[in-house]
């Protein structure tokens, strides 16, 4: 296990701090299996995942530290040498908790990603968010496959073929963030959300995050039978009866 991944269990919330302050939160692949296991592993005792970083940035990206050297001997290793990261971003993705990020200052390349995937992000006014890939002769779809159905197809362009820096405001429009506060205000806001899901019962946790994570790529009829399903399944629950 690192030393840079601290994990707290608060009331009904894992929290998992990127304490890598001294180099802007960046994201080894030996940090990235281990956090994989952690949120797989924290719907067994907490309704949801706090995701924050120590320092004044989110995350400038990946850490070269522990990598393969050397260049790929083939498409199948340069393959298997990025699954790493796909295995992080769907840990993400597939939780059966919502998992919630907390972004200040610059969150680059593999941070953007990550605040992107997660289900909530809450960006303080002046952070900033880029996809600069591109600009080091790197193909970004590894990242862009974390934004497909976060952000639009105008964003993602726009974010892939620019490099350039986006603010919050751009990043809330753009769908990449949920919402953007002053700056300091990001653990009052955590707060106020966090009681919310505190009052929610179980198994309406797990049914929205089940619905949000299927019925997006349905068809309208679809998407709204399996709704009527879900809703007289989850309605008539113990979990939801009880309250």
Same mark, same amino acid.
């Given at each position: #296990?690192?030393n840079?991944?601290v994990t707290?269990l +608060?009331?009904? /919330? &894992?929290y998992? &701090?990127i304490d890598r302050a *001294?180099?802007?939160?960046?994201m080894?692949d030996?940090?990235?299996?281990? !956090?994989t @296991?952690?949120i797989?592993?924290a719907?067994?005792?907490?309704?949801?995942?706090?995701?924050?970083?120590?320092g004044?940035? !989110?995350c400038?990206?990946r850490?070269?530290?522990?990598r393969?050297s050397?260049?790929?001997?083939d498409?199948? *290793?340069?393959?298997?040498?990025?699954?790493?990261i796909f295995?992080?971003?769907?840990?993400?993705r597939?939780?059966?908790i919502?998992?919630i990020?907390?972004t200040?200052?610059?969150?680059?390349?593999?941070? %953007?990603?990550?605040?992107?995937?997660?289900d +909530?992000?809450i960006s303080?006014?002046?952070?900033s968010f880029?996809?600069?890939?591109t /600009?080091h002769?790197? #193909?970004p779809?590894?990242? #862009?496959s974390?934004?497909i159905?976060?952000v639009?197809? @105008?964003?993602?362009?726009?974010?892939?073929y620019?490099?350039e820096?986006?603010?919050?405001?751009t990043?809330?429009? !753009? /769908?990449?963030?949920?919402?953007v506060?002053? *700056? /300091?205000k990001?653990?009052?806001h955590l707060?106020?959300? %966090?009681?919310?899901l *505190?009052?929610?019962p179980?198994p309406?946790i797990?049914?929205?995050?089940?619905?949000?994570?299927n019925a997006?790529s349905?068809?309208?009829e679809?998407?709204?039978q399996f709704?009527?399903? #879900?809703?007289?399944?989850i309605?008539?629950?113990?979990g939801m009866m009880?309250?």
């Amino acid at each position: #296990m690192s030393n840079y991944l601290v994990t707290e269990l +608060i009331g009904n /919330g &894992t929290y998992i &701090t990127i304490d890598r302050a *001294d180099c802007g939160g960046l994201m080894s692949d030996t940090m990235a299996i281990e !956090f994989t @296991k952690l949120i797989q592993g924290a719907s067994m005792n907490s309704k949801y995942i706090v995701v924050r970083s120590s320092g004044s940035d !989110f995350c400038l990206g990946r850490d070269s530290a522990g990598r393969e050297s050397g260049r790929p001997s083939d498409a199948l *290793d340069a393959k298997r040498r990025s699954e790493v990261i796909f295995n992080f971003y769907g840990a993400l993705r597939h939780s059966k908790i919502p998992i919630i990020s907390l972004t200040q200052g610059r969150a680059l390349g593999f941070g %953007c990603a990550m605040a992107s995937v997660c289900d +909530i992000t809450i960006s303080e006014e002046s952070a900033s968010f880029a996809l600069p890939e591109t /600009g080091h002769n790197i #193909m970004p779809t590894m990242a #862009m496959s974390s934004l497909i159905d976060r952000v639009g197809r @105008k964003g993602i362009l726009y974010l892939t073929y620019s490099n350039e820096e986006i603010d919050a405001t751009t990043a809330l429009a !753009f /769908g990449l963030v949920s919402k953007v506060v002053p *700056d /300091g205000k990001l653990d009052h806001h955590l707060n106020l959300l %966090c009681k919310a899901l *505190d009052k929610t019962p179980m198994p309406a946790i797990l049914g929205v995050k089940e619905y949000t994570a299927n019925a997006m790529s349905m068809t309208i009829e679809q998407a709204t039978q399996f709704a009527q399903n #879900m809703h007289a399944t989850i309605n008539t629950s113990k979990g939801m009866m009880g309250n």
